[in-house]
């Protein structure tokens, strides 16, 4: 740390230094949750599920430079600058640097810094996510119509993930024993929740119709998104509303459809296929329509 210099300076010049060098935002998302001393041994186990998700990023090259061969993503790269930034300026201020928290998703960060646990770090993580979304959905318009689609399934895998262990009767119904254990970042299920790489290649910009990538879903993903959690779509985007203090989040659905970036025209994208097993799915897990948390 430095002496002299603000919480929130510190953040900015910290992620400055690594906004062209993708391999470097790893390392300092990484070195996060070694906290602002270099150990924080309650905290490590949690970045499990930020690497994996960082790694994909990287894989997809979407993190990338904008002036190059294979230009990155505006709107990839200033989501995942939100996430570092905040959680730079959390460890900043538990090492004592001066300010004031300059957003509530810092404090999201903070409160995880002081008792982690998996609800903490998922508002923490969904927190900074939501935010990144929401003020950089210009950035999203200009995505290929593929690539916008899978925005939306991002982002209502992770906050159907973050209801898994903080509001279970929604995530899994009379199932919600086992939903803590399935949402829980320091294991390896909740990556099962996060993960496309079966369905979308490791390339940047998407170019082909959303079609074509839908085909080669394999059936896990295709179960949770169609058979979980499009039925209790709103219950789980009020619910993330609520607990993340973020209202403008149930802008990005209407009428059972996700509308982040993406016109409720074409809204056949998301309803279910035909299929025995969705079918069998939505009776073993109904969505109860009463519930709101």
């Known amino acids: 740390m430095t002496d002299g210099m603000t919480a929130g300076a510190w953040a900015d010049q910290q992620v400055a230094a690594v906004r062209d060098d993708p391999s ?34 990287l894989q997809r090259g979407v993190l990338q430079p904008l ?11 200033a989501v995942n600058e939100r996430v570092l930034r905040d959680g730079c300026e959390a460890v900043a201020l538990s090492g004592d640097l001066s300010g004031a928290a300059s957003s509530r998703t810092v404090d999201y960060w903070l409160s995880f810094a002081q008792y982690p ?25 200009a995505e290929t119509a593929a690539e916008r689609f899978f925005m939306n399934v991002v982002l209502c895998r992770v906050l159907y993930s973050h209801t898994l262990v903080a ?18 970042p320091r294991l390896g299920m909740a990556g099962i929740f996060l993960q496309l790489s079966r369905v979308l290649p490791d390339e940047y910009p998407l170019r082909e119709s959303v ?80 519930l709101r948390g």
């Not at 906290?35 to 970045?47: E, I, N, S, T």
């Open 211 to 290: 079609q074509s990538y839908l085909k080669d879903e394999l059936g896990l993903g295709r179960l949770l998104d169609f058979g979980v959690i499009l039925p209790r779509l709103r219950q789980i985007y009020e619910w993330s509303a609520y607990e993340l203090a973020a209202p403008a989040l149930l802008d990005c659905i209407e009428a059972g459809a996700l509308t982040y970036a993406w016109s409720l025209d074409d809204r056949s994208v998301w309803e279910a296929p035909e299929s025995f097993i969705l079918r069998l799915a939505h009776r073993l897990l109904p969505a109860d329509r009463q």
């Open 117 to 141: 646990t998996a609800r903490a770090w998922w508002r923490a993580h969904n927190g900074s996510i939501v935010a990144g979304y929401l003020e950089h959905r210009e950035l999203a318009e």
């Open 167 to 184: 509001a279970p009767r929604i995530a899994l119904g009379w199932l919600r024993p086992l939903a803590p254990l399935l949402g829980d």
């Open 24 to 57: 470097g935002r790893l390392a300092l998302m990484q070195r996060c949750y070694y906290g602002p001393f270099g150990k924080a041994p309650r905290h490590l186990p949690y970045r499990r599920a930020a690497m994996s998700a960082m790694q994909w990023e």
């Open 67 to 77: 002036f190059g061969d294979r230009p990155g993503s505006p709107w990839w790269r």
